[in-house]
């Protein structure tokens, strides 16, 4: 089932029965599109990717974060800014060593 999303004028984002607030940017915080998107920001604070490592778990999550290192390396030869895509390739790599590291202590 494909679950709709849209914003609506109370800069809320609805997708399915699911209703967010946006996080806005606090005084000084700073959005960049490798780092920290701001698209991946719910009000609290709360970053969709620790929400996805929560749900998946750290293994699921290793295994997340390698897929979507493939996908990006895959995809830079075919993006306008192949430099951004290898950065979040690498973005995800870091995470996956960072959680492989968590799991072997």
């Known amino acids: ?3 709709t999303k849209k914003k609506n004028q109370s ?3 609805i997708i399915g ?3 967010t607030k946006l ?3 606090r005084e000084g915080e700073k959005y960049d599109p ?3 998107p701001a698209h991946y920001n719910l009000s609290g604070g709360i970053e969709c990717i620790d929400y996805i490592k929560q749900v998946l778990g750290k293994e699921g999550f290793v295994s997340y974060c390698h897929g ?3 996908k990006y390396q895959h995809r830079h030869r ?3 800014n192949p ?3 290898l950065k979040k390739a690498q973005w995800y790599l870091d995470k996956m060593l960072e959680t492989l590291k968590e799991i072997r202590k």
């Open 1 to 3: 089932m494909v679950e």
């Open 11 to 13: 800069n809320r984002v």
């Open 17 to 19: 029965s699911l209703t």
């Open 23 to 25: 996080h806005s940017p």
């Open 34 to 36: 490798v780092n920290k």
């Open 68 to 70: 979507n290192m493939v």
């Open 78 to 80: 075919y993006k306008q």
């Open 83 to 85: 430099v951004e895509d």
